[in-house]
């Protein structure tokens, strides 16, 4: 393609919503050929690559988010279909799951409240602010739903969203290593595990393990994302009645 070319091609997408859907489905194919190349290199998560990526397009182009989202929320679509199709190996795996539903119960209950209160406990001694602690509590679920109980709770929804980005990369991360080092080997227990505490992310790197691993992450995801709206609101209110906040 010549330089003319080229510059047509970007006078029509910049003009056009195509341009935040091109950019992204470009930067994430970046960011997966690297992380193929690089062994993959937990640090060079293609989420974390494709972000970055997204973020320096926009410096440097000076396109504010919502002239990119106009592109984007293609992709931001697809993600309802693709959660609903996280059923199919999960169904594939229901015999497993009929067998340990209760420590899979224990499992996704334990996980919701020690990660919130962990979560509130090391940050307020670290200093930080009652709406930061509140903005923190729904960390390890899916954007969506972290924002609406943040927003109930009393906590910034915009927080709320970076804080479950960072702990979904976080997770994706080093769930692996993680799993390694206590040298767990089930696949449901690291599936569970990743669900609970990475969300869509975890649920992504799980299925390139196993689609046993992507399967268990997420059905944690979405029934960790259900028990931490019923129960987190209470969990605050007797936090706070302990004089934690």
């Given at each position: 393609?010549?330089?003319?070319?080229?510059?047509?091609?970007?006078?029509?997408?910049?003009?056009?919503?195509?341009?935040?859907?091109?950019?992204?489905?470009?930067a994430y194919t970046l960011a997966l050929k690297l992380y193929e190349k690089s062994g993959k290199n937990a640090l060079l998560h293609p989420v974390v690559v494709a972000?970055?990526?997204?973020?320096?397009?926009?410096?440097?182009?000076?396109?504010?988010?919502?002239?990119?989202?106009?592109?984007?929320?293609?992709?931001?679509?697809?993600?309802?279909?693709?959660?609903?199709?996280?059923?199919?190996?999960?169904?594939?795996?229901?015999?497993?799951?009929?067998?340990?539903?209760?420590?899979?119960?224990?499992?996704?209950?334990?996980?919701?409240?020690?990660?919130?209160?962990?979560?509130?406990?090391?940050?307020?001694?670290?200093?930080?602010?009652?709406?930061?602690?509140?903005?923190?509590?729904?960390?390890?679920?899916?954007?969506?739903?972290?924002?609406?109980?943040?927003?109930?709770?009393?906590?910034?929804?915009?927080?709320?969203?970076?804080?479950?980005?960072?702990?979904?990369?976080?997770?994706?991360?080093?769930?692996?290593?993680?799993?390694?080092?206590?040298?767990?080997?089930?696949?449901?227990?690291?599936?569970?595990?990743?669900?609970?505490?990475?969300?869509?992310?975890?649920?992504?790197?799980?299925?390139?393990?196993?689609?046993?691993?992507?399967?268990?992450?997420?059905?944690?995801?979405?029934?960790?994302?259900?028990?931490?709206?019923?129960?987190?609101?209470?969990?605050?209110?007797?936090?706070?009645?302990?004089?934690?906040?």
């Amino acid at each position: 393609m010549t330089e003319n070319q080229l510059s047509h091609l970007w006078v029509y997408l910049s003009a056009s919503p195509l341009m935040g859907l091109t950019m992204t489905l470009v930067a994430y194919t970046l960011a997966l050929k690297l992380y193929e190349k690089s062994g993959k290199n937990a640090l060079l998560h293609p989420v974390v690559v494709a972000i970055a990526l997204l973020i320096l397009f926009l410096s440097l182009s000076e396109m504010s988010y919502e002239d990119y989202f106009e592109g984007g929320q293609f992709i931001h679509f697809l993600l309802g279909p693709a959660t609903v199709a996280l059923a199919v190996p999960l169904y594939k795996q229901f015999s497993k799951l009929k067998q340990t539903w209760f420590p899979v119960s224990l499992a996704l209950f334990s996980g919701v409240v020690i990660g919130a209160i962990s979560s509130i406990v090391i940050a307020r001694a670290s200093g930080a602010s009652l709406e930061t602690l509140l903005s923190l509590a729904p960390k390890s679920v899916t954007v969506p739903i972290a924002m609406g109980i943040s927003e109930k709770i009393g906590g910034l929804p915009s927080l709320t969203a970076v804080l479950v980005v960072v702990t979904g990369i976080l997770g994706a991360i080093m769930g692996i290593k993680l799993f390694q080092l206590l040298k767990i080997k089930e696949d449901s227990v690291k599936g569970i595990a990743m669900g609970v505490t990475a969300h869509g992310i975890g649920t992504a790197r799980s299925f390139q393990e196993s689609s046993e691993m992507g399967a268990f992450s997420g059905l944690a995801m979405a029934l960790s994302a259900v028990l931490t709206a019923l129960i987190l609101p209470y969990l605050v209110t007797f936090l706070h009645w302990l004089e934690l906040f």
